[in-house]
């Protein structure tokens, strides 16, 4: 079963900062990896869809990197702002079944 | 509309009640899905529907029912909820069951009393 690890669970950092969220995984056979954001009580927006045969994607100040090899991708957040305060996911979607195997998530509240 | 539509967004209701939850997509997906978020855990997937079939059954508890009439509609039954059950039920679909990336709905915060 895909398991999938995020640290740190909580950060905090004022604003301005560039600062790398982690994630883990421990099944390598994977045919993507999707970040999202989470604000409190909403749903999920994707941030970044990275397919196995890529090795990053950008978007904006955003920029998402995969090792799949070592089952790790960082989400690295540049010049942050308090707006990018929220709750960010990293999911798997593995080569066998259907499911999008999430991490428990990295809480970020960038500070003004 | 574009993108996962949920309603209702919020949703009261005792444990002998039966109320649905419905999601729709307008992105032309074939694929839809439902997963359950509750504190401090991941997101957990219930459901997953393909070409309206429903191709993963994920151990949920048969007082929570699928159905998936057209590509587009996603529904979830509820009948005799235990306030265990309360959680955020997010709706998401993807262009197949397969490959591509997910959208998710904003979700239905459901507490059973």
């Known amino acids: 079963k895909q398991e999938v690890t995020q640290i740190p669970a909580a950060l905090s950092v004022p604003e301005g900062e560039n600062l790398v969220l982690n994630c883990s995984f421990t099944?390598?056979?994977?045919?993507?990896l999707q970040w999202f954001r989470q604000d409190p009580g909403k749903g999920l927006t994707s941030l970044l869809l990275?397919?196995?045969?890529?090795r990053e994607q950008t978007s904006g100040r955003l920029n998402a990197s995969l090792d799949k090899s070592s089952g790790r991708s960082t989400l690295y957040i540049a010049a942050s702002q308090p707006g990018d305060s929220a709750t960010y996911l990293c999911?798997?979607?593995?080569?066998?079944?259907?499911?999008?195997?999430f991490g428990k998530g990295t809480s970020l509240l960038v500070t003004p | 509309e574009t993108g996962v539509t949920q309603t209702p967004r919020h949703l009261v209701m005792g444990m002998t009640n039966k109320k649905s939850l419905k999601c729709e997509q307008h992105?032309?997906?074939?694929?839809m899905y439902w997963y359950k978020q509750s504190a401090k855990k991941p997101l957990e997937l219930m459901f997953v529907?393909?070409?309206?079939?429903?191709?993963e059954n994920n151990s949920v508890p048969s007082r929570f029912s699928p159905e998936c009439p057209n590509s587009s509609h996603l529904f979830l039954h509820l009948h005799t909820l235990q306030p265990e059950d309360s959680a955020l039920y997010l709706c998401?679909?993807?262009?197949?069951?397969?490959?591509?990336?997910?959208?998710f709905g904003s979700g239905t915060r459901l507490t059973v009393v």
């Open positions: 990275i397919q196995s045969s890529q």
């Open positions: 999911a798997v979607r593995s080569n066998s079944g259907y499911a999008l195997n």
């Open positions: 992105l032309g997906h074939n694929a």
């Open positions: 998401a679909s993807s262009p197949t069951a397969s490959l591509g990336g997910y959208t």
């Open positions: 529907y393909s070409l309206e079939e429903r191709v």
């Open positions: 099944d390598s056979a994977i045919y993507n």
